[in-house]
């Protein structure tokens, strides 16, 4: 995530034992990789632009990483108001800008990081992500009914908002 020009202002990311290395002890989560990346949020000012079209596109960059997230939340707030994006194969999809007294809509975007409605699918889970002692290249596991392949790389990324065609190579 480090050559991104423009970074998260918040993510929210899987737990690792001994947390993440900061680079030179400064506040930066350039050594989070993507595939440990659950959900952003992206902050504007009063008067900036939406963070609608930034969230989204990061949306679009975690779920290419991670062949096991199909779906995806991420959020666009400013002072006035916010926006729940949910990003699928189908493409992305936004709430309407809700003010924040509706807590409820709130809360619902974070009960839905954890137990999302029946109709959004955030995990495939005949492919998981095995957990390396480094930061190096994310290794797979995927399972199919011919067997489980261990330790796969991916080759190929496909369009995360299409077929989502993900090509492993098993090291």
């Known amino acids: 995530m480090e050559c991104l020009e423009d970074k998260h202002?918040?993510?929210?990311v899987i737990d690792r034992p001994g947390g993440y290395p900061r680079n030179g002890g400064n506040?930066?989560?350039?050594?989070?990789?993507?595939?440990?990346?659950?959900?952003?949020?992206?902050a504007k000012?009063?008067?900036g632009g939406d963070g609608r079209a930034q969230a989204t596109r990061y949306a679009y960059k975690i779920q290419q990483a991670r062949p096991d997230r199909p779906g995806l939340y991420v959020l666009s707030i400013k002072p006035q108001h916010f926006q729940v994006v949910f990003s699928?194969?189908?493409?992305?999809?936004?709430s309407e800008h809700t003010l924040w007294?509706?807590?409820?809509?709130?809360?619902?975007?974070?009960?839905s990081l954890y137990n999302p409605p029946s109709d959004h699918t955030l995990y495939d889970r005949t492919i998981t992500w095995t957990?390396?002692?480094?930061?190096?290249?994310?290794r797979w596991t995927v399972q199919t009914e011919n067997g489980c392949?261990?330790?796969a790389r991916i080759t190929f990324l496909g369009d995360p908002w299409a077929?989502?065609?993900?090509?492993?190579h098993v090291v």
């Open 9 to 12: 202002d918040i993510v929210g």
């Open 149 to 151: 392949y261990i330790d």
């Open 88 to 94: 699928s194969p189908i493409g992305p999809v936004a």
């Open 45 to 47: 000012a009063m008067d």
């Open 101 to 111: 007294t509706d807590l409820n809509s709130l809360c619902a975007y974070v009960y």
């Open 131 to 138: 957990e390396r002692t480094d930061l190096s290249i994310p």
């Open 27 to 42: 506040n930066t989560y350039s050594n989070i990789p993507y595939h440990r990346v659950e959900t952003v949020v992206e």
């Open 163 to 168: 077929r989502r065609t993900t090509v492993f």
